[in-house]
C-alpha cells in the first residue's frame, strides 16, 4: 500500500513539476497600442499551441510612454522586457551598444524588402526583425475632394493640396480638410513635422552640423503648416497624435490625412472607418523640388541584452514576423488586414495585389532616399528623424516648441529661434560643433 501511495505522490510531484515549468517561461512583451499590435496579441494562440512551455505578458502602452520606458529599461539592462517593439532610429543606435541579442531562426531573412533589413542590420547581424514597414502618403476622402470639382494629383505638391483642403473644410459640420499630428514627441508630431520640413528642402544641420531653424526654408515650412492647420486642421493639433488622428478620420471628420501607409487598412476596414468604400491615395506632397518628404520606418521586434528568457523570445520573434504569421491573419481576416512593407514576396502575391493601397505603399517605400533626407545635402541619415543618440530628446524639446507655435502660445519666429537655440546647445554638449 505504501508503494502504492508513494507511486501516487511522486506521479503527482512530476505533474506539478511540469506545470511549474511549463508556467516559468514567462515572456514580457512591451508593444506599441496600435492597431496591427493589437491584432497580434488576439492572435497568439496560435504561437502557444505550437509553444505551450511559453507564456506571453504584454505591457502595451502610448507610443512616447513606450519610447520612454523600453529606452530607461535596456540602458540599464534592467531584464523588465524580453521582447521590445523598436523602430529603424533606435536599432542602429541600441545595437552598436550592444544593448541588443542579434536574431537567429528569422524566416525566410532573404525576403526582406532590402532597405527595410538593412536599416535593422548592424555589423552584419540582424538586431530586429521588422513586424511592419511604411512610408508616408496621402489618404483622402475621394467624396469630399470630388465635391470640390478638384482632382487629386496623383504627385500633389502642397499648395495644391492647401487649395483642396481650403475647399472642403466646414468646420460648422466638423469637416476638417486636412488632419495632421502636432503632439510633442518626436515619433509623434515632430514625425511629420520634420517630413514637411524635408519636402520644403529644410534640414535639421548643415555639413558641418550647425543648426539650421534659422534658415528661410524652416520659416517656409512651419509657416505653411501653422497657417494650414489654422485654417483647416480640426481642433487640438497641437495635441493630437496618431491614434487620435485616425480616430478622427475613421469618423469621416477629415478630407485628408498625411501619415503612416499601414493605417489604410484601418480606413478600409467597414467595421472601424466610416466611409471605408471613399479612401484613395496619393504620394506624399513636395514643394515642386522632387523631395515628398517620404519617411521610412518600421515597428520591428527585438530582444534586449538584459533578457533571461533569449531562446524563447527568439522563437516569438520569428513566428510574429514569418510568413506563416501573414497568412494567419489573411485567413483570419482578410489580406488587407496584413502587416505591410516587410517581404519582397507579399508585394508578388497576386491576391494582396488586390488590396488598392498595396502598390501606392510599395511605391512610397520606394521613393524615400533616408541616406540624404532633404534636397540639401546633410550629416545624417533618417527621414522623419536624424539618426544621431542625441536626437530623441532633442527631436522631443523641438516638437514642444512647435506644439506651442501650433496652438499660437508662440509665433512662428518666436518657435523657431527657441529651436536653434536648443539645437545648438544640445550640438555643442556634445561636441559635434564648438
Not at 496584413?338 to 519582397?344: E, K, S, W
Request: charged share 20%; hydrophobic share 40%.
Amino acid at each position: 500500500m505504501k508503494a502504492v501511495v508513494t507511486g501516487v505522490l511522486s506521479a503527482f510531484a512530476f505533474a506539478a513539476l511540469a506545470t511549474t515549468a511549463i508556467a516559468e517561461t514567462k515572456l514580457t512583451i512591451a508593444t506599441v497600442n496600435n492597431g496591427d499590435m493589437i491584432r497580434m496579441q488576439k492572435l497568439t494562440d496560435d504561437f502557444t499551441a505550437a509553444n505551450p512551455d511559453i507564456k506571453l505578458e504584454w505591457v502595451t502602452l502610448e507610443e512616447n510612454v513606450l519610447r520612454e520606458k523600453v529606452t530607461t529599461d535596456i540602458a540599464a539592462k534592467g531584464g523588465q522586457f524580453d521582447v521590445l517593439t523598436i523602430g529603424t532610429y533606435e536599432v542602429p543606435i541600441w545595437g552598436k551598444k550592444g544593448w541588443l541579442v542579434p536574431l537567429t531562426g528569422i524566416d525566410d531573412q532573404a525576403d526582406l524588402i532590402p532597405s527595410i533589413a538593412g536599416a535593422l542590420t548592424v555589423d552584419g547581424k540582424l538586431m530586429a526583425s521588422p513586424f511592419y514597414a511604411e512610408s508616408s502618403m496621402i489618404m483622402y476622402r475621394k467624396d469630399l475632394v470630388a465635391a470640390t470639382g478638384m482632382t487629386m494629383p496623383a504627385k500633389p505638391t502642397w499648395n495644391e493640396v492647401k487649395a483642396i483642403a481650403d475647399k472642403i473644410t466646414n468646420k460648422d459640420k466638423e469637416i476638417y480638410g486636412i488632419c495632421l499630428r502636432g503632439k510633442p514627441g518626436w515619433g509623434e508630431g515632430g514625425a511629420v513635422e520634420g517630413a514637411l520640413g524635408n519636402s520644403f528642402g529644410a534640414r535639421w544641420f548643415d555639413e558641418n552640423w550647425k543648426p539650421q531653424f534659422d534658415s528661410p526654408e524652416w520659416k517656409n515650412a512651419l509657416t505653411f503648416f501653422v497657417d494650414m492647420m489654422k485654417a483647416d486642421g480640426p481642433p487640438g493639433v497641437s495635441t493630437n497624435g496618431y491614434n487620435e488622428t485616425m480616430a478622427l478620420y475613421l469618423a469621416g471628420k477629415c478630407g485628408m490625412w498625411i501619415d503612416a501607409t499601414v493605417s489604410a487598412s484601418a480606413l478600409t476596414d467597414p467595421k472601424q472607418a466610416k466611409f471605408p468604400d471613399q479612401v484613395d491615395y496619393a504620394m506624399a506632397p513636395d514643394t515642386g523640388n522632387g523631395n515628398h518628404g517620404n519617411w521610412l520606418w518600421a515597428w520591428s521586434l527585438a530582444i534586449p541584452a538584459g533578457t533571461q528568457k533569449n531562446d524563447a523570445a527568439q522563437k516569438f520573434v520569428s513566428w510574429a514576423t514569418s510568413k506563416h504569421y501573414t497568412e494567419l491573419v489573411a485567413a483570419k481576416e482578410g489580406w488587407a488586414a496584413v502587416p505591410p512593407g516587410t517581404r519582397t514576396s507579399l508585394y508578388a502575391n497576386p491576391e494582396y495585389a488586390k488590396v488598392p493601397f498595396a502598390k501606392p505603399t510599395l511605391d512610397a517605400i520606394l521613393a524615400v532616399n533616408s541616406a540624404q533626407p532633404s534636397s540639401q545635402k546633410t550629416p545624417y541619415s533618417g527621414g522623419q528623424y536624424v539618426a544621431i543618440p542625441e536626437f530623441a530628446d532633442l527631436g522631443t524639446t523641438v516638437s514642444q516648441i512647435f506644439a506651442a507655435a501650433l496652438s499660437g502660445e508662440k509665433t512662428v519666429d518666436q518657435a523657431l529661434a527657441e529651436s536653434q537655440d536648443a539645437a545648438t546647445r544640445v550640438m555643442t554638449k556634445a561636441g559635434y560643433i564648438k
